[in-house]
């Protein structure tokens, strides 16, 4: 059996949706193939495409028996697409007849299973739309083909881009169970716990298991939250998390438009600003789209600049980020870092100095400060789960649970008549209908939450947290940070400004640097020695600065040049 048949059938032994005998691939190329996609950047690949050393079809079965092989063990995918090796050869004939479309051309992207396609399922992870093919791509999947991108397979995810149950663990989903992280590849053995979950955590609902583990080149994650910038973090991979509005959401599940955006998720940073640029532009199926000017020639090849720390000025939010605080009217600290991490950030500190950057230290964030209650940003997060429901969400913004309702009651009107289910309260009463099925294993109290909204009635109480959720992220946050103290980016440990700047709708870089102790509470049990975690840092900046944090995470990554990848996976 073949590479590309073995990769079919194996799916189709775990109901992934995989094509019948008659729609099988065509057969991998019996070349011998000497050059390796593993750790292989884009450059790397088109310099070895250009010079004849291999092909984009020879690529796309490398990565196929990648995934055959370890796919098993990592659970890292929803379905992979069976014309990927034609789809290849057709760019390979482009290409020798003189036609090279740009840095993606041949090269195997996945996406989200939150992303439309029509060529394989777009199940977001949850059980009422297991099969499901959309009558629409996404606008950023037809900007991906057009660039010459092989979109190679869908990633598992946290159901619903995890909003369905505050207890569900990352990269879990009912269609396809638990993903595990391949750094640390193994179930949590912690009484209470040992439900198949992972004990290395893979981060948000994005998933960077298949591009830490080299089954595709880079993959496309989606941020609501956190969920291109913690498994970026956790993965040891580069991501650029942009300002909302410069990807089209055209064609993604949501949660909510007021902070959604499609990013990038790649080994390289070089990589991730490929995959960002041949991705952004204007798309009239998205209002939000145009808030950012492109790079001049859709291209940030003009921003990977090794010297862009020299002169750079970098802030460090100690306050909550690096060190913990008591927040106005509270009597225990929250935040700061452990001490692995804590001396990591040392060391990427110095670092920076090293490399020319002047550090501003502190540079707190305003509203983090702000001894006033009503103005701390720590004091008004979201409403998750049952305990902010409606009645009990006072003190906590509604943006995720009210644009939920909206958002995703939009998006079901857009399938038309093949949407699976018609409303957010018919998936609740599916899932309900299903529980011995296993469509709710963590309950759906997110789900529930977000279905009492009246999205009428609600909607002034939705504008006022809104209009506080950006002034103390943006006004009085982020923005209040970088000027007074004339930065050009905040540097975060690892992903721990997700929120802020999430709720500003404001762009990040991440980057790989250490690995930390991954310390669990309660305990491993004695005997289980658990692996270290990957740990980055992450830039960030204002709406629109993507350019320049693109600058300062290319030359710290070439500083550290501190990307491994997971040994276990060769």
Not at 177 to 200: E, I, K, L, S, T
Not at 504 to 530: E, K, M, R, S
């Amino acid at each position: 059996m073949n590479t590309s048949h073995r990769v079919i059938a194996l799916l189709a032994a775990l109901h992934l949706g995989a094509c019948a005998a008659s729609d099988a691939p065509e057969t991998a190329s019996q070349e011998v193939d000497t050059f390796t996609v593993v750790e292989a950047s884009f450059a790397d690949m088109q310099a070895a495409m250009a010079g004849g050393e291999t092909t984009a079809k020879q690529i796309v079965a490398q990565y196929l028996e990648r995934i055959d092989r370890y796919e098993p063990q990592l659970r890292a995918t929803l379905a992979v697409n069976s014309k990927a090796l034609a789809e290849a050869q057709q760019l390979d004939r482009e290409r020798a007849a003189g036609k090279v479309r740009g840095p993606l051309h041949g090269i195997p992207i996945a996406l989200k299973d939150n992303i439309h396609t029509t060529d394989m399922p777009t199940t977001g992870g949850a059980l009422a739309f297991k099969d499901y093919t959309p009558p629409y791509e996404a606008t950023l999947v037809q900007k991906l083909r057009d660039a010459g991108a092989i979109i190679i397979a869908k990633t598992t995810l946290t159901e619903l881009a995890n909003w369905v149950a505050t207890g569900m663990p990352n990269s879990y989903n009912a269609v396809r169970g638990y993903g595990y992280n391949p750094y640390d590849p193994r179930p949590d053995p912690r009484d209470g716990f040992a439900d198949g979950r992972a004990v290395m955590d893979t981060g948000g609902s994005s998933s960077g298991i298949g591009t830490a583990a080299n089954l595709w080149a880079a993959s496309v994650g989606t941020e609501t939250s956190g969920s291109i910038e913690i498994p970026a973090n956790n993965t040891m991979l580069a991501a650029i998390k942009p300002t909302v509005g410069r990807i089209s959401r055209h064609g993604i599940i949501p949660i909510t438009a007021d902070q959604d955006t499609a990013g990038s998720m790649a080994k390289y940073v070089a990589d991730a600003a490929a995959l960002l640029a041949a991705m952004e532009g204007v798309d009239e199926q998205d209002p939000a789209t145009g808030s950012c000017p492109p790079p001049a020639d859709g291209s940030y090849a003009a921003h990977l600049r090794a010297d862009a720390l020299a002169g750079a000025r970098i802030g460090i939010p100690r306050a909550y980020y690096y060190q913990p605080v008591v927040p106005p009217g509270k009597t225990e600290p929250v935040g700061g870092l452990s001490s692995g991490e804590s001396a990591a950030m040392s060391r990427a500190i110095e670092l920076l100095r090293a490399q020319g950057a002047v550090i501003v230290d502190p540079a707190n964030i305003p509203s983090v400060v702000n001894p006033v209650a009503a103005d701390n940003q720590l004091l008004f997060q979201n409403c998750y789960d049952v305990v902010n429901g409606k009645g009990r969400d006072e003190n906590c913004s509604v943006i995720l649970k009210y644009g939920m309702k909206r958002d995703f009651n939009r998006w079901l009107d857009s399938l038309g008549d093949s949407a699976p289910v018609a409303s957010l309260t018919a998936l609740r009463e599916f899932n309900l209908a299903h529980r011995d099925k296993n469509a709710i294993r963590y309950d759906q109290a997110e789900l529930d939450i977000s279905d009492e909204m009246d999205v009428t009635a609600d909607r002034a109480r939705w504008r006022a947290d809104r209009d506080k959720d950006i002034r103390l992220s943006r006004s009085e946050g982020i923005d209040a940070a970088l000027r007074a103290h004339q930065l050009d980016a905040l540097l975060m440990p690892s992903w721990k400004g997700e929120n802020i700047l999430n709720k500003a709708g404001y762009p990040a870089v991440v980057v790989p640097f250490t690995t930390v102790p991954n310390q669990l509470q309660p305990p491993l049990p004695d005997g289980f020695d658990p692996r270290p975690m990957p740990f980055g840092v992450s830039f960030i900046g204002t709406a629109c600065s993507e350019p320049r944090l693109i600058e300062l995470g290319y030359a710290f990554e070439q500083a550290t040049r501190a990307r491994r990848p997971p040994a276990q996976f060769p």
